[in-house]
């Protein structure tokens, strides 16, 4: 299976149509893009492309999130067009250097901006809490007058969106602007992203994958040209390319946000043994918390009888621990992959830190089912053999990606008969039931472990998701944050030789080797039981009072 596909005409064609829609003033020179090797940093070519102004890198550096940027917007500091003038120019430079975005439509989202602008100017009121905001939509969401695609060239004639999907709608009545698409792998079923749109590197270090599949919304928030963008997430696909790119996340319990809407563009009935559920990508916890208030307020369940309704718990926690302190447990590892060496030290620093608060009662939590939770994800994924992507890939002659070739080679993807359909569900409610008796057990109240088994990882090498994947078959939600470390080869060494606990563990240690993996951000994830989603965001802003963490 060749890593570079050759792709059919109407991918390459769509490629140029993209392409063709950079601005010709930001277009980057090729001595100046080839000043970024393999491997290197590329955080700062926005300051040295000489394009944008110093109020225009402040504006958008990740530093100022969501939060800040809708609070200068209201107090008039800076209008919406001078927003998303400043996020078009970042988002340009990066897609040229990241391979980021799909579908560009700039001309569509400053005219959305003058509007708004327009609007306060003349009634000095917002059009809602997101007034201003420019948000990115990873490429198979709905949005009014665009395609989108599954990851596959021969979507581009087949999904076309007539309306905003309901999620979309909300923010947009909330007042943002919509103004890219982002990249996607695939068939959306990597933790990297790579399709006939492109391959998508990560800003810290290019050598290194975004993650997937929402990997050009993280690529594009960490390099400073998106300050919120929109994922979904059914193996771990917000989680990812979070933890990869040092940014942060919560994926929510399934039935609680809208989905996407979109026939071919998400599961469909019948082949929703797993749920796929949507989630923003932040610069902040306070944006997460920001996006789940706007959208909860719209009550999306008065109008999608599937959602549950259930809004958006503000009050405070009582936690469990002994004099109300927050019981934690760790998980250190799954027992199927041991962590890479960075991974085990940004989570043994984290513990050490919050240890020494006194704040929290901290126990070790043992993997008990985790390995179960996994296999049974791979065998529920694709019910039909992997039939109905491949279908799509040969729709135009397009070749199956490497990573789509090996996840639908996995042991567990068969076709099932509707009867071992419906016995495999049986066993599926049966491992949950499990596996919920056994967390009430530990009496936490979130678990703290790896989000990966190691940092973003070489390119086209992520073959492990069982870190994040196990909670999508639990249905637990989870948040990934950045701990403030980064990979240094001076302090995660290659271990010495051990006996591999897996075939996936093997591979994790074939492709660990210190120098590759510099300035990768180390990222982990904290998880709590089904519908417990505010528990896991008020947690995280406790825990968020010691970070950054220092190398």
């Not at 504006?59 to 400043?86: G, M, Y």
């Not at 070489?458 to 950045?482: M, R």
């Amino acid at each position: 299976m060749s890593l570079n596909p050759i792709w059919p005409q109407v991918a390459l064609n769509a490629v140029v149509e993209r392409e063709a829609c950079i601005p010709d003033n930001l277009r980057l020179s090729p001595e100046f893009i080839a000043k970024y090797p393999a491997g290197s940093n590329v955080l700062n070519a926005a300051a040295e492309s000489g394009f944008m102004s110093d109020k225009e890198l402040k504006l958008t550096d990740p530093s100022n999130d969501a939060t800040s940027i809708i609070a200068a917007i209201k107090a008039r500091d800076v209008s919406a067009v001078e927003v998303l003038t400043a996020f078009i120019k970042r988002a340009t430079i990066g897609h040229q250097l990241l391979c980021c975005l799909t579908q560009i439509f700039f001309d569509e989202g400053l005219a959305r901006a003058k509007e708004l602008d327009d609007y306060y100017l003349k009634t000095g009121q917002l059009v809602g809490p997101l007034h201003g905001l420019p948000i990115s939509i990873k490429d198979h969401m709905g949005v009014k007058g665009k395609r989108a695609t599954g990851g596959f060239s021969g979507d581009l004639d087949k999904l076309f969106s007539t309306e905003h999907a309901h999620l979309n709608q909300i923010l947009w009545d909330a007042g943002c602007v919509f103004y890219c698409k982002t990249n996607l792998p695939q068939m959306i079923m990597h933790l990297e992203t790579h399709s006939f749109w492109g391959q998508t590197l990560n800003p810290h270090n290019t050598q290194l994958t975004s993650g997937g599949s929402s990997g050009g919304c993280g690529a594009l928030i960490a390099f400073g040209g998106s300050p919120l963008g929109l994922g979904t997430d059914i193996g771990g696909s917000l989680r990812s390319p979070s933890s990869n790119c040092g940014i942060f996340t919560l994926k929510p319990t399934t039935g609680r946000l809208p989905g996407n809407g979109l026939r071919g563009g998400s599961v469909v009935p019948g082949a929703d043994a797993i749920v796929a559920t949507s989630g923003p990508l932040t610069r902040s916890s306070r944006d997460i918390d920001l996006f789940f208030n706007v959208v909860f307020a719209a009550q999306p369940w008065l109008q999608n009888m599937a959602l549950v309704p259930l809004p958006w718990k503000r009050e405070p926690m009582k936690w469990s621990g002994t004099g109300g302190k927050i019981r934690l447990g760790v998980m250190w590892n799954d027992l199927v992959v041991l962590p890479q060496p960075p991974i085990r030290r940004a989570l043994q620093a984290m513990v050490d830190v919050l240890k020494e608060t006194g704040n929290y009662e901290i126990i070790d939590y043992e993997p008990t089912y985790h390995k179960d939770l996994v296999l049974m994800a791979q065998k529920l994924y694709f019910v039909d053999g992997g039939a109905s992507g491949r279908a799509r890939a040969a729709a135009t002659g397009e070749p199956l990606c490497h990573l789509s070739e090996w996840v639908l080679s996995l042991p567990g993807v068969k076709d099932h008969t509707m009867h071992e359909l419906w016995e495999l569900l049986l066993e599926r409610d049966a491992l949950r039931a499990k596996y919920y008796a056994y967390w009430n057990s530990q009496r936490i109240d979130v678990l703290l472990c790896p989000a990966h088994h190691g940092p973003a990882q070489p390119l086209q090498t992520t073959k492990y998701w069982g870190y994040t994947s196990a909670f999508n078959c639990a249905d637990f939600p989870a948040a990934v944050f950045p701990t403030g470390l980064t990979a240094d080869p001076m302090l995660d060494l290659k271990e010495e030789p051990r006996q591999s606990w897996s075939e996936a563990d093997a591979h994790s240690i074939a492709t660990y080797e210190p120098n590759l993996f510099k300035n990768a951000p180390l990222s982990l994830q904290l998880v709590s039981k089904r519908h417990a989603d505010e528990t896991v965001l008020q947690a995280l802003q406790e825990i968020e009072e010691v970070l950054p963490l220092r190398n």
